[in-house]
């Protein structure tokens, strides 16, 4: 009887131990508690409620407003969970509206439906529900988690020609301790991708361009690994590229939506050809068969807007999407497919502007045409 109570004591302690310190956790400012609130991240989060992985989430939080790359940053800082019974768990009060919203993005990030803030066993944590509508521990998600395929056909007659089939992979989830994917290989060369650099776009000389934070396009010889030449210009964050069939390099600077031609094949002389004033939130930029600009935009109504190269005016304008339009490729009738942050992918008849669709239960990131006429 006298070592069952001992054990009653020392649990009730223990309890009592755990929850001064969640006390604190909720009365110290966090770092993102800071971050979103000075920077004001409200439409940051209101465009980006359906991104999907810590990645993504931050690239389309920074890209929908750039003063909050930092709160994206904190969102996913390590330093400030909380390791509650050998678990870390995201601290937050279900009567803060920033805190609710700062739980759902920390679980998108780690590839869960959605988050919450709840009270569980008298502690206030952040509680992740998976796909299939189950609570799952946010930390336990992160490191065990990958990523599987499943394939999805969709035939627009419409719009596609008899015998192309539109294909794509939707995100799953599954706990398994292999690898996703596998490399056979040696590594050549490696040149950083991060939150400065993410753009890149291969010539078809061999050589690499990179664009960057600041106002430089970076070209890379790959073959010596080294940067080979610098295109300066007063515009920053050169964000999106495209070569025009004579060779000519457009690259869409996210600061200022500006568009920028350069001429790569003058050396001696100030290759900037042109300067091309927009309206539109770069995202994307699909260079059509007869030069146009197909633009997607993380913002902006995310309308894709299509552009004269020569002279920079709209020729259309493809109404439809609901969330950041990350890719877009022009079909060899002409039509063009785009993907997007809204979980749909859009089949476009560029003279008319309709489209037919198709939806997923999770954002479309990426899309391939094959040799054979499938789209994956």
Not at 230 to 244: I, M, Q, T
Not at 275 to 300: M, P, V
């Amino acid at each position: 009887m006298q070592k069952t109570k001992k054990m009653f004591i020392f649990k009730a302690i223990i309890s009592l131990m755990t929850l001064v310190a969640i006390s604190q956790a909720l009365n110290e400012e966090k770092y993102w508690l800071i971050s979103c609130k000075l920077t004001g991240c409200s439409f940051a989060f209101s465009s980006c409620m359906n991104c999907f992985g810590e990645r993504a989430c931050k690239s389309c939080i920074s890209l929908s407003k750039p003063e909050c790359s930092v709160c994206a940053d904190d969102i996913y800082n390590k330093d400030d969970l909380e390791t509650i019974n050998g678990n870390q768990y995201l601290i937050c009060d279900s009567f803060d509206p920033i805190q609710s919203t700062i739980c759902h993005f920390y679980c998108r990030g780690q590839f869960a439906q959605s988050g919450e803030c709840v009270v569980e066993n008298g502690l206030p944590i952040c509680k992740c529900s998976s796909q299939s509508g189950s609570i799952t521990n946010p930390s336990t998600l992160s490191s065990q988690q990958t990523l599987t395929t499943t394939n999805h056909s969709i035939t627009t007659p419409s719009t596609l020609s008899s015998q192309q089939t539109l294909t794509t992979t939707k995100q799953s989830t599954q706990t398994t301790n292999k690898p996703a994917a596998s490399f056979n290989g040696n590594v050549k060369l490696n040149v950083s991708i991060n939150s400065y650099y993410q753009r890149i776009l291969p010539l078809p000389n061999g050589d690499l361009v990179r664009g960057s934070y600041s106002n430089l396009i970076e070209i890379w010889d790959m073959q010596q690994g080294v940067i080979k030449r610098n295109l300066s210009s007063d515009y920053s964050k050169p964000w999106v590229f495209g070569l025009l069939s004579n060779g000519d390099l457009v690259a869409g600077y996210l600061s200022s939506q500006t568009l920028l031609i350069w001429d790569l094949k003058t050396v001696d002389s100030e290759p900037l050809k042109k300067i091309i004033q927009t309206s539109e939130n770069f995202y994307c930029l699909t260079i059509l068969k007869n030069d146009d600009l197909a633009i997607g935009q993380s913002s902006n109504s995310y309308d894709i807007v299509i552009r004269n190269s020569q002279d920079g005016s709209i020729k259309k304008k493809l109404i439809g999407h609901q969330g950041i339009v990350y890719q877009i490729i022009e079909l060899d009738n002409g039509n063009l497919v785009s993907c997007s942050n809204d979980g749909v992918i859009r089949v476009w008849n560029v003279t008319s502007g309709f489209s037919s669709y198709k939806r997923f239960y999770t954002p479309v990131i990426s899309i391939a045409l094959l040799k054979n006429g499938f789209f994956f």
